[in-house]
């Protein structure tokens, strides 16, 4: 099965490649060297959330859209995997991680006004995972 890091560089190339941007611009863009941008596209590298943001800006999309890729491994497999990046996540990686759930929660919302929530969130006031 082909890893998450792979799928989600070939979607950053295609988006780079949609937006008509070299790998240098593109790098430049995000402040990062071409040589990381070229390992991220490969899907050689775990990208941090703060490069994960970047690439967002460059794009002009928010991060829940940036990181939209094929997610077609079974349920059992995939909250093991995501329990695996929670505990090893940074403490700035765990707030960033709760921004994109809100977003995909108030996109899901949005999109099905008469749906209850995908995941239910605690009220984001007075939280410590606030931005």
């Known amino acids: 099965m082909e890893k ?11 988006l780079r490649h949609s937006a008509g941007y070299t790998q240098d611009k ?7 060297s071409s040589k990381y941008l070229g390992e ?7 990208v941090s959330a703060q490069v994960l943001e970047k690439l967002a ?4 999309l928010s991060l829940a859209e940036l990181v939209q890729v ?17 505990q090893n996540a940074s403490d700035e990686e765990l707030r960033l991680l709760y921004r994109i759930f809100v ?3 108030e996109e899901y919302t949005h999109c099905h006004p008469q ?12 939280s410590m995972l606030s931005p």
């Open 4 to 14: 998450l890091s792979t799928r989600l560089g070939q979607r950053i190339r295609k």
């Open 26 to 32: 593109t790098a430049e863009l995000a402040e990062i």
């Open 40 to 46: 991220i596209e490969r899907g050689e590298v775990q």
């Open 57 to 60: 800006s460059v794009f002009q």
């Open 70 to 86: 094929d997610t077609s491994f079974p349920d059992s497999d995939l909250k093991t995997k995501i329990l695996a990046l929670v």
């Open 103 to 105: 977003a995909i929660q």
């Open 115 to 126: 749906s209850t929530s995908v995941f239910p969130l605690p009220n984001t006031k007075n």
